[in-house]
């Protein structure tokens, strides 16, 4: 029982070695990113929250808490504008409360188009289908069972989609796509080399 004292001691030491740490690993992260943006000749800031507004719809759905968005980076890529940051919000309650991260990287349509939302269904999503929930979609039946889609989705797009296998929305003029994470520069241009294939695709196309 004498000893417990050291705990007094200990307990705050671990404590501020593990927030020293954090905040060593979050400066690096920092570093990295303005680096990736200043090698490019791209904007960056750290706090955006602005952006928040963008974070709205599928496929967030609105229900999560204390939402932030961080570490905006925005230049061009060839013709396109570019915008790609992080997005983050609290979900669950009491001891099951997490925070859960997305990035999202877009570019900016030089032309009006509809607004458009196609993502890969999960294993629930296909067992729903197949037991006649949620049945909306492109009308190719193989197609459809795979992903979830809103909006006017061409063969084209569809095809795009099976050779990327990546999500993506069209809404506010932009063209987006998301990862789950932190923000990782490694992702940002090979979206951006995606989207670049997939608005051409969205001109002159309309809603339904």
Known sequence: MATHWIWYVISPIVVIGG????????????AAIQSFAADRGWSYTEREPDLVGRCYGRPFEGYGRRRRT???VAGR???????????SEVVGHQNRARR??????GVRLPFPAPEVYAAPRDTL???ARDLGFNRAGTGDEPFDQDWVTYGP?????QEWLRRHGRPFRVVAGMAETWDGGRFNTQRVEPAVADLAE????LSGVHGR
Not at 77 to 87: D, G, H, N, P, Q
């Open 19 to 30: 927030a020293y740490l954090y905040y060593r690993r979050y400066q690096r992260h920092r």
């Open 70 to 72: 961080w570490h905006a």
């Open 77 to 87: 890529w060839r013709e396109l504008e570019v915008l790609s940051f992080e997005y």
């Open 100 to 105: 859960r991260w997305t990035q999202l990287t």
């Open 125 to 127: 999503g296909r067992l």
């Open 153 to 157: 989705v061409t063969p084209a797009m």
């Open 198 to 201: 997939l608005v051409p695709l």
